[in-house]
């Protein structure tokens, strides 16, 4: 098949741009550890409200600054619904779900995954600024999704 | 005794015989019926989340929001794809299709049509709230998931009718390459057909019994990995009839040659190879799939990106060479020998330059962590809308103007096509408006599928309300598009007047060596079932042998 002397160049350099960026995406994703969330938990969603820790949802301190965030998200609402930390603390976000799929974003950080039945899925985020983040869904859950958020406070 | 009786068949001046004319014009004005009533659902719904409009009791914004993505992203692309392609093959092959041909077309459009209409009346009577993904376990009636299937089925059957037409070519042209354009009609449907295998099981084996009550819960990840193996091949199912338009018809509209049938045909070919084994990158963001398995199928999505470089060069060489050959001197000389004001060029190449940012935004949703940042955002719904909203419609939109006037025997008159050309700017400024709205607030975090909200005026969320009404503002400018479109299709369906119009089927300068490796469909298609298994097998086993306890069905709207 006969190539244009151009398009040899043209496509050797696309080739490569495009090998460069993924092995950029492979070290950003194994070496420097920011993998998207996959967490392999499961939990049976009839039971949630039972399984320890969801049947009492909230912070638990781990650490001097960090804490792990036991959340449930339902149609249609999040629980707890009040949470506070100190600034620089590290949040690790633990959700699942009772009913049908939801979302989990906190706008202005990288903290975005799914929220599935049957799973649990984890996020980390280290709150370094003051303020109340809002916490949405942001993937349709039914009626009154436009409605599901809460906050967290970071002071 | 049977008498063989030669049946004489009228061609129409575009060298398309009536029966191939009639089920295409079928096709194409079922296509831009639910283009039309897509259209109003998209405004209204730009209107409300934007804080304009305020729906009555009786509707919701969800209903609206899943009218707009069935009937535009499902039927409207479906049907246009399937009688664009089979009136393409008519016309390469001679003018008319086998009567095999015409029976299973006829057959495909009257299972899409009464698939649409269990779909349409099921999501009219609010029973299908559930968008046009239909993520278990929210659940809609069993007969939305029905229509939703013979919808599948029935673009098979569009399938079989071009696989027939090709087969009886081969026949009678023994030892001889295939047309370009029936080439690149049967990859695009071979792809189509493995892409909605999956689909097919899902909804047989795990919606319907389930959504019947037959069975109590449903494997919630299994659903959605085969709806992801079917929905990114879904995209490539809009784009690849698309390229056909830039590749095959394109050259000849702007008085050209096409520049290289072998590069064409390998690009089809990587596109085949590298659209299907790819879901993943659909669900970066979910539990239950490993990081590792989620990079493959990145690392797969990201190849894609060899085969759109080489459609760029080659369009562009087209553009540049007949430029120059009208007479275009200096570096940028030639673009000014382009037919600017013949719509049927000018609308696909506004679409094509919609696709530079749309590729480059594609790149990023793909890119694992980066996904993070966008993912269920508006910037995705900017995405997806100059992607196949503004680059494949605006090409569908310049196709239909020629289209329609070859399949009725009328002329695009020098007023239509003025028409068309005003048309094509709202289309692009409406668009433009919208999507880069969209893609604004994505950035900041808005979510994608919400009806109108300010999170009890939350700061954040009120910072997002200017956007709003400027998507809104686009939204408008694109459906006083779509009403133009409509108009004029219809005057070119019904008055325009009766002559000539050209099906634009390009060729090459010379005649071109193809290597014979590139029509050998079995090595290719046992090259994606290699790639399918290799990305596949072992996640889907995984989940049939280690499923998350099941979920029940849930009517939450």
Redesign the interface.
Known sequence: ????K??KI??ML??GA?AL??VL??V???AMG?????????????EVTKTPPFDNPGLKQVGEKEYDAYMTAF??GFSPTKMEVPVGSTVNFHVTSP???H?F????T?????V???????ATHTFDKPG?Y?I????????????M?T?IIVK | MVIARKVETEKLPGLIERPVARLGLAYVWVAYIAFGLAALAGMVQGMVRGGILELPSWT???QI?TAHGVLMALIFTTFFIVGFLLTGVARTTGGSLPSTALRCGWAGWILMVVGTLMAVVTILRNEASV?YTF?A??KASPYFYIGTALLVVGSWFGGFAIFASYSKWKREHKGEVSPLFVFMSVTTFVMWIIATLPVAVEVIFQLIPWSLGLSPTIN??LSRTLFWFFGHPLVYFWLMPAYIAWYVCLPRVIGGHVF?D??SR?AFILLLLFSIPVGFHH?????????GW??IH??LT??V??PS??TA?SIF?VFETTGRKKGGVGLFGWLKKLPWTDVRFFAPFVGMLFFIPGGAGG?INA???M???V???LWVTGHFHITVGAAVALTFFGVSFWLIPVLTGRTLTRTANRMGMVQTVFWAVGMFLMSFAMHFMGL??????????T??D?P??LGWMDYQRMMAFGGGLLFVAAILLILILLYLTFKAPKGYMEYPIGETEQEQQI?GILERWPVWVGLIAFLIVMAYGYPIMELLQHP?????P?K??
Request: aromatic letters at 10%.
């Open positions: 098949m006969h190539l244009h151009y398009e043209w496509l696309g080739g495009l960026f993924i995406l492979c950003n994703a194994f920011m993998a998207p969330p996959s967490d392999m938990e499961m939990i049976d969603p009839a149609a249609f009913d049908v799929v979302g974003q906190i706008p202005g990288n903290v975005n995954f799914m599935m039945p049957g799973h649990i899925n984890s109340e809002l949405i869904c942001n993937e349709y859950c039914g009626a009154g999704h436009q409605v958020a906050t | 919701n914004y969800y929001l968008l993520y376990p929210l919630i990840m290289s072998s590069l390998l669900q970066l963001m979910e539990p239950g799939i490993s990081a989620k990079m990145v690392t990201l190849i990106v060899i470089l080489m060069f060489a790149i890119s694992n962590q996904n993070a940042v993912h269920n955002t900041q975090g808005a979510p994608r599928r919400t009806d109108y909200t999170y009890m939350h954040t969320a290597p998350a306890p099941g979920s029940p849930f939450t709207w």
